[in-house]
């Protein structure tokens, strides 16, 4: 994911500048700037979208490619899953906490099936969140996730949380099918 | 009863939870064996509890213009811990700091060495 | 309400003061840094209480600032400190060797 390199009349090469401005990064610095004042005003917007042009321009970022379409009813799904998991891992990291019983770990390594930066970087944050795992190693060019697994007595344990994580992407990718993907599936 | 009494419960009743989880992680934190497994209760414990604390919050003043703001509290701290958790997991674990004795299965020491290309993340 | 309010304030004191107990005993610096950023949380959570009590709603933002740079901390300690003696003392074969 490298920025758009423009060469300058000089021969320097340096990335573009106008590429930075986005518009979904506009629409992520004006809807904080509308929390920050708390209140939506036609003069806030407008003074939002100026300071997040600004913004952009004065601290270039390399463009982000979703790389994938939405759908929006499995995303709700894949959110509502998400909100379930996060409160279930809290309850069992609290038994985990306070049993007696000495915790046993894991490290397990999980093969993506993506292709695509963004999901991997999607994956694994929600990995770190649901229960059991901290991402402990990410390989890139394998699309490896290594993950630390709480609380697995034994080998079969780890080899379920695997197959969860499986299913956790397979969930995103529905919700998010990648572009490419899309296009051989109507091919065929 | 009214329906700011039962905002006012709610909010009760979110904040109470919330600080529960808070507490639960500390407890976690000093309590767990090795840092691998303290990062998880630094992590999930700590979020749901930030969330829960922010809704009784949100409940308890009832005023739209700081929903935005509290939202925004979560959503960066969803980001930042999972970040913050990753990139300490990750030192602590090339640091060879790790109780191997603690690890069922280690598929990441035990696999073939492989080097990654300087500069991927 | 107030005591509501009191005992989630105790209850995050209490919180504190563990992650007080785990950021002196260490044992290396990540385990601190670990510390350290619940010990933020913990802080944005009793902020947010006292806006609870005390209605008044500008210190909120404070708390936004506090949650996007709890992590500068433990991020910079990670990628910063992975080679220090700290390190080494961590590692329990080392730690009860005592050969330093």
């Known amino acids: 994911m490298s920025p758009v390199m423009r060469t300058r009349r000089d021969g320097t090469v340096r990335p573009a500048r106008h590429r930075a401005v986005q518009p979904l990064s506009v629409a992520w610095l004006l809807l904080v700037w509308l929390a920050l004042w708390g209140d939506v005003t036609p003069f806030l917007i407008v003074g939002g979208v100026l300071c997040a042009v600004l913004v952009s321009v004065v601290f270039p970022l390399p463009p982000i490619d979703l790389g994938s379409r939405i759908h929006p009813l499995p995303l709700l799904g894949v959110v509502v899953r998400f909100a379930v998991d996060v409160v279930r891992a809290s309850v069992q990291v609290a038994g985990v906490v306070l049993r007696r019983r000495p915790v046993r770990n894991a490290v397990v390594a999980v093969d993506l099936e993506t292709e695509s930066d963004f999901i991997t970087t999607l994956v694994a944050s929600m990995l770190s969140l649901i229960p059991g795992s901290v991402v402990v190693e990410v390989r890139r060019s394998t699309h490896t996730l290594y993950l630390h697994v709480l609380d697995t007595p034994d080998a079969s344990a780890a080899d379920a949380f695997r197959r969860t994580a499986l299913d956790l992407e397979q969930r995103v990718l529905r919700a998010l099918p990648p572009r490419a993907a899309e296009a051989d599936r109507r091919a065929r | 009863m009214s329906w700011t009494a039962a905002a006012d419960l709610a909010a009760a009743v979110c904040i109470l939870l919330g600080a529960v989880l808070a507490l639960l992680a500390s407890i976690g934190v000093l309590r767990m064996p090795d840092l691998l497994s303290r990062m998880h209760a630094a992590t999930k414990p700590q979020v749901l509890g930030t969330v829960l604390v922010m809704t009784g919050v949100a409940l308890r003043l009832r005023d739209p213009g700081v929903v935005g703001l509290l939202a925004l509290v979560v959503v960066l701290q969803m980001a930042t811990t999972v970040v913050a958790s990753h990139m300490v997991g990750r030192a602590s674990f090339r640091s060879g700091q790790v109780r191997r004795d603690l690890l069922v299965v280690d598929e990441l020491s035990d696999g073939p060495a492989h080097e990654e290309p300087r500069g991927a993340p | ?100």
Do not use: F, N, Q
């Open chain 3, 1 to 100: 309400m107030t005591w509501v309010l009191v005992a989630a304030g105790a209850m995050l004191a209490v919180a504190a003061a563990l992650l007080l107990v785990r950021l002196t005993v260490g044992p290396t610096i990540l385990d601190r840094s670990v510390a350290l950023d619940v010990l933020v949380a913990v802080t944005v959570c009793a902020t947010a209480l006292h806006v609870a009590h005390t209605g008044v709603t500008y210190v909120l933002p404070v708390l936004v600032v506090l949650a996007g740079c709890g992590l500068v901390g433990p991020v910079s300690v990670a990628r910063y400190a992975s080679r220090s003696d700290d390190l080494e003392a961590g590692a329990p074969e080392k730690r009860r060797g005592g050969a330093r």
